[in-house]
């Protein structure tokens, strides 16, 4: 048994076709085949690692200079927003005071004046939703081929009750 950690790898159909060709010129196994390119190729990929760690890092760095960007915009934003509100309360401050004068001024009364204090002890009338004048559940819905006139079959089911 080896000590060296093993892996599987699927290959398409043509890579496999030229590494068995390539295995058969060398008279070497294919996974030694492979083995020797990917040992060769460490360097390389030493490197590669190097660069997506560093592009890791310089994304966390980028995340958090956003963050801290973002996070000073909102102070001064607040802090100018504060000022705008503190303006609107000074020029809107005449015309609260204004409201609140009038709000505490008492009704006068006067005709025209309290009709409706006056009426809101009288009993509401009685409700009559749903009450027709006319019979119009009871009206044809079309005529039959034959000239026949049909009642709906809900009236025609009451109507049999009644007449039972």
């Known amino acids: 048994m080896t000590k060296n950690p093993r892996i599987t790898v ?22 030694s085949l492979v083995s020797g390119l990917l040992d060769e190729s460490t360097p390389v990929f030493t490197r590669m690692i190097r660069v997506l760690d560093a592009a890791v890092v310089v994304q966390a760095e980028g995340k ?18 504060g000022l705008v509100l503190e303006i609107m309360d000074d020029g809107t401050r005449p015309l609260i005071d ?11 009364s006067g005709p025209g004046r309290g009709t409706i204090a006056a009426t809101a002890g009288a009993p509401t009338p ?31 089911a009451k109507r049999r009750g009644v007449e039972k």
Do not use: C, F, W
């Open 126 to 156: 009685i409700s009559n939703r749903g009450v027709r004048s006319t019979r119009t559940h009871e009206k044809v819905i079309a005529k039959s081929p034959e000239g026949k006139t049909r009642v709906p079959a809900k009236v025609a």
């Open 10 to 31: 699927t290959l398409t159909p043509s890579t496999y076709a030229t590494l068995s060709e390539l295995s058969k010129l060398t008279d070497s196994s294919m996974s």
């Open 98 to 108: 204004q409201a609140e004068e009038v709000r505490r001024r008492g009704r006068k």
């Open 64 to 81: 958090k200079a956003m963050v801290d960007a973002l996070s000073n915009a909102q102070d001064k934003m607040e802090a100018q927003l």
